[in-house]
């Protein structure tokens, strides 16, 4: 039995936790898209599934547990999507994976680097190549990537990052020269700075009070991109008509110096 049985628009949400990720499907789901939260920690996904169905509707969200390293997986969970919600019509690969401490390429041991290209380039290839044919046979569909200040520079320490980025940046590219004229709307979001969530936001105001700057929390939109901000910026270039489709775009915080590093 569909789980979707208004056959609402279908979005598909790779790397779903708080922030970024968490932001748009709950922005998306407020235009009436019905949404599938995708990512590996099941306990952060079945709690932003409930929240978006209490306050949007039942059936509005409804999850899948994916490791997108792998490529079976990834086919199996695109399957299940199909077969509960309908076709994708927006895919936004937003998984993404780096150290916060970071290391030399020497330091960087050869299982994480290939676990990080996984998750930041090979798993957005396989999830496009799942929605690529539904929205081909429609003519139209979008397909969103999260990318990175490392996307357009490999700075020290983040060996085991960048070159994911930067191929995710190719393949957004390769998909929009192959199949934009056909009806499909590929963008990379460049992500340049830091943004408010669990992880990466209380990493940043730890070093504020280490350096003595606690006071930048007052005004922490200066500094930090706030993810209900950057969900907006991916229903812009969503709802852009298609004379004026944006093929990257680049984002900051106000105080942030343009492509710095983190």
């Keep these: ?43 952060k996904l079945r709690d932003i599934q409930d929240s978006i169905n209490a306050q949007y509707g039942s059936n509005r969200a409804k999850y899948y547990v994916t490791d997108v390293r792998d490529e079976k997986t990834v086919i199996c969970t695109f399957s299940d999507i199909r077969s509960d919600l309908g076709p994708v019509h927006v895919l936004i690969y937003n998984a993404g994976s780096r150290r916060l401490r970071q290391r030399n390429i020497l330091e960087t041991p050869s299982e994480e680097f290939d676990s990080f290209v996984r998750i930041n380039l090979f798993g957005a290839f ?25 996307s357009v520079r490999g700075s020290p320490g983040l060996g085991g990052f960048s070159p994911g980025k930067f191929g995710l940046r190719a393949l957004s590219q390769m998909i929009t020269r192959e199949f934009q004229e056909k009806g499909i709307h590929a963008a990379h979001v460049i992500v340049d700075g830091p943004v408010e969530s669990d992880i990466i936001g209380e990493y940043v105001r730890k070093r504020w009070e280490k350096e003595g700057a606690g ?21 812009y270039l969503y709802t852009q008509p298609r004379s004026t489709w944006t093929q990257e775009l680049d984002v900051r915080a106000q105080r942030e110096a343009m492509f710095s590093k983190l």
């Excluded at 628009?9 to 898209?33: D, M, T, Y």
């Excluded at 006071?215 to 229903?235: C, F, G, H, I, T």
């Design 126 to 150: 396989y999830a496009s190549r799942c929605v690529l044919p539904d929205m081909l046979t429609a003519g139209a569909g979008t397909i969103l990537f999260t990318g990175a200040t490392a």
């Design 1 to 43: 039995m569909s789980l979707n049985p208004q056959k609402t628009p279908v979005l598909a949400v790779v790397g779903v936790g708080p922030g970024i990720g968490e932001a748009v499907s709950r922005h998306f789901a407020a235009q009436g898209f019905t949404v599938a939260l995708i990512a590996r920690t099941e306990s």
């Design 215 to 235: 006071d930048k929390v007052n005004e922490k939109d200066r500094y930090l991109m706030q993810p209900k901000d950057l969900a907006s910026v991916y229903w």
